[in-house]
Nanobody
Framework: QVQLVESGGGLVQPGGSLRLSCAAS????????MGWYRQAPGKQRELVAR???????NYADSVKGRFTISRDNAKTTVYLQMNSLKPEDTAVYYC?????????WGQGTQVTVST
């Protein structure tokens, strides 16, 4: 089973940028649909962006035009480039790998957008 390790979170001012990375432990990564989800305090976890094994992407309406998901199969890593960050983007961001009804979650990384 693939294991996931996120990195790249932190504190950033409104309007700033961050890039999250999620490294997968197995080469079978290429077969997985990879996603980034987030959970803010007191709210349910929500999908932010997803990329299939064929690199088809979809985004939550709230991040369209600001966030970009990509994958590097050679490095078994998925990225989330976040630009024009807003305070409402503050949350714990989780990486997800899904295939054939099974899914795996990373441990999460905190993103805080604040002055």
């Amino acid at each position: 089973q693939v294991q996931l390790v996120e990195s790249g979170g932190g504190l950033v001012q409104p309007g700033g940028s961050l890039r999250l990375s999620c490294a997968a432990s197995r080469s079978s990564f290429i077969l997985y649909t990879m996603g980034w989800y987030r959970q803010a305090p007191g709210k349910q976890r929500e999908l932010v962006a997803r990329i299939t094994s064929d690199s088809i992407t979809n985004y939550a309406d709230s991040v369209k035009g600001r966030f970009t998901i990509s994958r590097d199969n050679a490095k078994t890593t998925v990225y989330l480039q976040m630009n024009s960050l807003k305070p409402e983007d503050t949350a714990v961001y989780y990486c997800n790998a899904a295939r054939l009804g099974n899914e795996v979650w990373g441990q999460g990384t905190q993103v805080t957008v604040s002055t």
